[in-house]
Protein backbone atom coordinates (compact mmCIF):
# COMPACT_ATOMS: atom_id res chain seq x y z
CA UNK A 1 0.00 0.00 0.00
CA UNK A 2 3.19 2.36 0.69
CA UNK A 3 3.94 2.02 -2.96
CA UNK A 4 0.27 2.81 -3.94
CA UNK A 5 -0.36 6.59 -5.66
CA UNK A 6 -3.98 7.79 -4.30
CA UNK A 7 -5.01 10.82 -6.25
CA UNK A 8 -6.35 13.27 -3.51
CA UNK A 9 -10.28 14.37 -3.41
CA UNK A 10 -11.76 17.10 -1.64
CA UNK A 11 -13.31 16.91 1.73
CA UNK A 12 -16.92 16.88 0.03
CA UNK A 13 -16.03 14.24 -2.45
CA UNK A 14 -14.48 12.05 0.59
CA UNK A 15 -17.23 12.43 3.31
CA UNK A 16 -20.08 11.90 0.05
CA UNK A 17 -17.78 8.67 -1.30
CA UNK A 18 -17.69 7.69 2.78
CA UNK A 19 -21.62 8.00 2.99
CA UNK A 20 -22.56 5.87 0.52
CA UNK A 21 -19.65 3.16 1.24
CA UNK A 22 -21.77 2.88 5.23
CA UNK A 23 -25.26 2.96 3.31
CA UNK A 24 -25.97 6.25 4.89
CA UNK A 25 -26.74 10.43 3.70
CA UNK A 26 -23.76 12.73 4.37
CA UNK A 27 -24.52 15.40 6.57
CA UNK A 28 -25.34 18.98 5.13
CA UNK A 29 -23.93 21.74 5.30
CA UNK A 30 -25.87 22.57 8.90
CA UNK A 31 -24.78 19.34 10.19
CA UNK A 32 -21.15 20.02 8.76
CA UNK A 33 -20.75 23.08 10.86
CA UNK A 34 -21.98 21.70 13.88
CA UNK A 35 -19.49 18.89 13.66
CA UNK A 36 -16.75 20.75 13.07
CA UNK A 37 -17.85 22.96 15.79
CA UNK A 38 -17.83 20.23 18.18
CA UNK A 39 -14.54 18.94 17.12
CA UNK A 40 -12.87 22.55 17.74
CA UNK A 41 -14.23 22.73 20.99
CA UNK A 42 -13.51 19.13 22.05
CA UNK A 43 -9.90 19.95 20.54
CA UNK A 44 -9.46 23.17 22.33
CA UNK A 45 -10.78 22.13 25.64
CA UNK A 46 -9.10 18.55 25.79
CA UNK A 47 -6.40 16.99 23.14
CA UNK A 48 -6.64 16.75 19.64
CA UNK A 49 -7.52 13.21 19.81
CA UNK A 50 -10.87 14.03 21.81
CA UNK A 51 -12.38 15.90 18.31
CA UNK A 52 -12.84 12.96 16.44
CA UNK A 53 -14.04 10.52 19.10
CA UNK A 54 -16.36 13.13 20.24
CA UNK A 55 -17.99 13.15 16.87
CA UNK A 56 -18.40 9.46 16.72
CA UNK A 57 -19.84 9.27 20.60
CA UNK A 58 -22.59 12.16 19.24
CA UNK A 59 -23.30 9.46 16.38
CA UNK A 60 -23.43 6.78 18.45
CA UNK A 61 -25.72 8.52 20.84
CA UNK A 62 -27.67 9.22 18.24
CA UNK A 63 -27.53 13.30 19.15
CA UNK A 64 -28.06 15.63 16.32
CA UNK A 65 -24.84 17.59 16.02
CA UNK A 66 -26.36 21.02 17.12
CA UNK A 67 -27.40 19.29 20.02
CA UNK A 68 -24.15 17.74 20.51
CA UNK A 69 -22.10 21.12 19.66
CA UNK A 70 -24.09 22.86 22.63
CA UNK A 71 -23.66 20.21 25.48
CA UNK A 72 -19.80 20.12 24.08
CA UNK A 73 -19.83 23.89 24.94
CA UNK A 74 -21.51 23.39 28.07
CA UNK A 75 -19.11 20.38 28.92
CA UNK A 76 -15.94 22.86 27.73
CA UNK A 77 -17.60 26.10 30.11
CA UNK A 78 -17.52 23.44 32.96
CA UNK A 79 -14.10 21.80 33.13
CA UNK A 80 -12.58 25.34 32.38
CA UNK A 81 -14.44 26.61 35.48
CA UNK A 82 -13.21 23.64 36.86
CA UNK A 83 -9.27 24.89 36.01
CA UNK A 84 -9.64 27.77 38.14
Request: glycine share 6%; with cysteine.
Amino acid sequence: MADTVVPMTNAEQWISRFAEALGTVPPDDEEVSALLGLAGVAAHASERTAAPISCWLAARAGTRPSDALAIGERLAAVLAAEQT
